[in-house]
């Protein structure tokens, strides 16, 4: 864009305003998740998730019924488009698995990122803190979501554990213990799947996923104590890509 004096978004070319338009939602996501921040915190644990989800309905409402106006398409008062309600079942559990693929996409965007600027190191260290925040907010709404009691126990893990956004793109296998125990395994992780098919090593993920599945599991009920069974850079199972246990604290004496 040139130098040339603006006295409003009408002064603009047309690529510019596709442009400003795709800026406009960097920007709405940047002040929501500043926002986000801001209020976890100074909001207790407890509280902040219900909260989040009452201010994400609001703005994703207004966001929508906007965006519908102006791009026309219908959407009722929760800002859901009507093709998405016309949808089937089938076509709902397909669009709900390509939006668990644009984080998986946009996780891996920000990995590759970090590492093309740095090393495998630092970029490791910022997915692991981002899996630290991350999993226990997944973990908190999905309770909300499936109405689960705080202190909810193995049972209420394994619940919640199908959804899981990784869950939406891999395959978990779930085992009952004689014990009482809940061991998940992957069996089929699309990063892993796509590191063998580019004939690369496994991604040594144990450190992310030893904050990924402590923290999830905690956020639902702090007596849980997670193990993990085996994870690249260990040697990997015959039909598993990595496994934990979950038990109960008081399972340990």
């Not at 801001?38 to 309905?57: G, M």
């Not at 009507?82 to 390509?98: G, I, T």
Request: charged share 20%.
């Amino acid at each position: 864009m040139d130098q040339r004096p603006i006295a409003g978004v009408e002064d603009l070319e047309h690529q510019e305003l596709v442009d400003l338009f795709l800026e406009m939602l960097h920007r709405s996501w940047m002040h929501y998740g500043l926002w986000f921040q801001a209020a976890q915190a100074q909001t207790e644990a407890d509280r902040f998730p219900a909260a989040e989800r009452r201010v994400f309905a609001q703005t994703m409402a207004n966001v929508m019924a906007r965006l519908g106006k102006v791009l026309g398409f219908a959407v009722d008062a929760r800002g859901v488009p009507q093709r998405v309600k016309d949808m089937s079942q089938p076509e709902l559990c397909q669009a709900v698995r390509a939006l668990a693929v644009n984080w998986y996409v946009g996780d891996g965007i920000w990995f590759q990122e970090l590492e093309g600027l740095y090393d495998m190191d630092l970029a490791k260290r910022a997915n692991d803190s981002v899996w630290a925040r991350y999993a226990p907010y997944e973990a908190r709404h999905i309770a909300l979501f499936l109405g689960l009691p705080p202190q909810c126990g193995l049972q209420g893990l394994r619940a919640a554990l199908p959804l899981r956004s990784a869950a939406l793109i891999n395959t978990y296998a779930y085992q009952w213990s004689q014990d009482g125990s809940l061991v998940l395994k992957i069996v089929e992780c699309r990063i892993q799947t796509a590191r063998r098919r580019k004939g690369l090593p496994p991604y040594p993920c144990r450190s992310a996923g030893m904050v990924e599945h402590v923290f999830f599991a905690r956020a639902l009920d702090a007596r849980i104590v997670t193990q993990c069974l085996g994870c690249p850079p260990d040697e990997q199972g015959q039909d598993w890509c990595c496994a934990w246990r979950f038990s109960l604290e008081q399972d340990q004496a």
